[in-house]
């Protein structure tokens, strides 16, 4: 089913003046501290292998059966399987409501599915569990842009840029958007 560009605007605008609820995660957060102050420099020449390490320790669900749902999800993903992956990754969210990696995959099955409201439902939920999910921060930006949402867009992607200033499209992506929206892009 199919959202009318509307309805996702009133959702859009309902997400976007929610403020994020953080609940513990399962992930090693003193690692992850340390991973997201190396990715924040500047001077870094292996922001990749970073990178990572970051989707490792968000990919560690604490259970081996929930971790082979998300292999399975993201591995019929990579087939071009989306209902088969959206069905793996909604038996994972289900069976594990608190795991944001979980919902950011399902959330990257749905966008690929064309179905973005359900996408952007299942953004705000892993980046409620996961504020600082710089991939669900840049795929909120990339719906928004498709929506014609740039303000919002540009927001995403800066918000996604001050986590992982070094992620592949976000500097190209902001500057068109900041073209765009300052009316300089003609």
Same mark, same amino acid.
Do not use: C
């Given at each position: 089913?199919k959202?009318?560009r509307?309805?996702?605007?009133i959702?859009?605008t309902? %997400?976007l003046?929610?403020?994020? %609820?953080?609940?513990?995660?399962v992930?090693d957060e003193?690692?992850?501290?340390?991973?997201?102050?190396e990715?924040?420099?500047?001077?870094?020449k292996?922001?990749e292998g970073?990178?990572?390490k970051?989707?490792?320790?968000?990919s560690?669900s604490?259970?081996?059966?929930m971790d082979l749902?998300?292999?399975?999800?993201?591995k019929?993903?990579e087939?071009?399987?989306?209902?088969?992956?959206?069905?793996? =990754?909604t038996a994972?969210?289900?069976h594990?409501?608190d %795991?944001?990696?979980?919902w950011?995959?399902?959330?990257?099955a749905?966008?690929?599915a064309?179905e %973005?409201?359900?996408?952007?439902?299942?953004?705000?939920r892993?980046l409620?569990?996961?504020?600082?999910?710089?991939?669900a921060?840049?795929?909120?930006?990339?719906? =928004?842009?498709?929506?014609?949402?740039?303000e919002?867009?540009l927001?995403?992607?800066?918000?996604a840029?001050?986590?992982?200033?070094?992620r592949?499209?976000l500097?190209e992506?902001?500057?068109?958007?900041?073209?765009?929206?300052?009316g300089?892009?003609?």
């Amino acid at each position: 089913m199919k959202v009318s560009r509307s309805v996702l605007n009133i959702f859009v605008t309902a %997400f976007l003046s929610v403020s994020a %609820f953080t609940l513990p995660s399962v992930a090693d957060e003193a690692k992850l501290d340390d991973l997201y102050a190396e990715l924040a420099q500047p001077d870094i020449k292996d922001w990749e292998g970073v990178e990572r390490k970051i989707w490792k320790e968000w990919s560690r669900s604490g259970s081996a059966s929930m971790d082979l749902l998300l292999s399975r999800g993201r591995k019929a993903m990579e087939q071009g399987d989306f209902a088969k992956a959206i069905d793996h =990754l909604t038996a994972l969210t289900d069976h594990a409501p608190d %795991f944001a990696e979980g919902w950011n995959a399902r959330a990257t099955a749905f966008f690929n599915a064309d179905e %973005f409201g359900l996408s952007i439902v299942d953004i705000q939920r892993a980046l409620a569990l996961n504020p600082r999910h710089f991939g669900a921060l840049q795929g909120l930006g990339r719906i =928004l842009e498709e929506l014609e949402r740039e303000e919002d867009a540009l927001a995403a992607y800066q918000a996604a840029a001050a986590i992982h200033p070094h992620r592949e499209g976000l500097k190209e992506a902001i500057e068109r958007l900041e073209r765009k929206v300052s009316g300089q892009d003609v």
